[in-house]
């Protein structure tokens, strides 16, 4: 039996992690500033550290007997957190590696995001593990870009004994996800208009949260220093998705397409004046083609996504129906309902 440690555990990826750790009667430390659920802290396997990934003392105590850590833990987006984006995305994970050097853990899975490609064009798709003239444009994605340049280093250093992986999952869904999703879905309940940036006829991959634990649980057993993008293969334009789930959902919702540069220059004002929830990620990428070369992933670690667009939008959709009138705002960005701001106000005329 195995010792694992999941920063960011109480998180949507963090979350999923431990419970599929608990599923292999493996040993788990969490480490997060908001405690697990309760069917989570109950499991005998589970020790909960409330605390933050800067804290050094705490650090201290938290890594004896860990064989794998599993680093979620980050600012998303939806935080627009300014500078603290680098001291908790960078510095921190730069604390994480260190511990884990000093204490021999035999493998580092570091969850990165697709926000370190930046704004992508069809002439860069699918994206490989390593694409040339790409790079973030904003600052959550340059935190979480010099994130990876810190365990690029570890990952080319053959003298340690712990490896290290990167995983870059692109746009995350599955049961419990909130954040912008929320806002879809409960307008696609209530028969909204879906308004979307351009014409939709972008390809977009979505990820199941079950395919993102599948790598890093692979990746530490088959201690692999390397890096790897993480998506479904069954996917197709963003309007086919969003016409797709208003099916499913009955809805009379329709997806209405909008002039990309003028809704661009106006959710940067509304985002700039702390209006709406949508950060720079959203507005200057969602209307782009956005997907990944897989063969990398499914070759080195002998894996397959599970899920498809269309399935996992199903299924997070439902969550949402039979959860809708107990959802918090407690919870980790991802997994908590979000103020709307001027949507709210959008959303009477839609």
């Known amino acids: 039996m195995s010792t694992h440690l999941v920063t960011g555990g109480s998180g949507f990826i963090g979350s999923e992690i431990v419970k599929e750790l608990i599923n292999q009667n493996e040993n788990i430390k969490i480490l997060d500033l908001i405690e697990p659920d309760e069917k989570i802290l109950k499991s005998p396997n589970v020790e909960f550290f409330k605390g933050s990934i800067l804290d050094d003392e705490l650090l201290k105590n938290i890594f004896k007997d860990v064989n794998y850590v599993h680093h979620t833990a980050a600012l998303v987006p939806l935080k627009k957190a300014g500078k603290d984006f680098w001291n908790v995305n960078v510095l921190g ?11 021999n853990v035999s493998h580092f899975s570091h969850i990165s995001s697709s926000a ?64 912008i999703f929320e806002v879809l879905y409960e307008w696609i309940n209530d028969n909204k208009n879906i308004f979307i940036i351009g014409n939709g006829d972008n390809i977009f991959q979505f990820v199941h949260v079950k395919d993102i634990v599948n790598v890093s649980i692979l990746s530490c057993y088959k201690k692999k220093n390397n890096i790897y993008n993480v998506g479904t293969d069954k996917y197709g334009t963003l309007k086919e998705c969003l016409n797709n789930l208003i099916k499913y959902a009955n809805s009379q919702s329709k997806v209405k397409p909008l002039p990309i540069k003028t809704s661009i220059f106006l959710l940067k004002i ?81």
């Open 93 to 103: 994970t730069e604390k994480l590696i260190k511990k884990s050097i000093e204490n």
């Open 116 to 179: 370190v490609f930046g704004n992508v064009e069809k002439r860069d798709c699918p994206i490989s593990k390593d694409p040339e003239n790409l790079k973030p444009i904003e600052i959550y994605g340059r935190s979480k870009m010099e994130a990876e340049n810190r365990i690029k280093l570890m990952i080319k250093n053959e003298k340690n004994s712990t490896t290290f992986s990167i995983l870059r999952p692109r746009t995350v869904i599955g049961t419990e996800r909130l954040g």
């Open 270 to 350: 509304l985002d700039i004046l702390q209006l709406s929830p949508l950060g720079p990620w959203h507005y200057l990428t969602y209307h782009k083609d956005f997907f990944y070369d897989l063969d990398h992933t499914k070759k080195e670690l002998d894996w397959k996504p599970i899920f498809s667009n269309d399935q996992m939008l199903k299924e997070s959709y439902n969550w949402y129906l039979t959860n809708k009138n107990e959802l918090s705002n407690t919870k980790s960005s991802h997994k908590s309902k979000i103020k709307q701001g001027i949507l709210k106000v959008i959303k009477l005329f839609a």
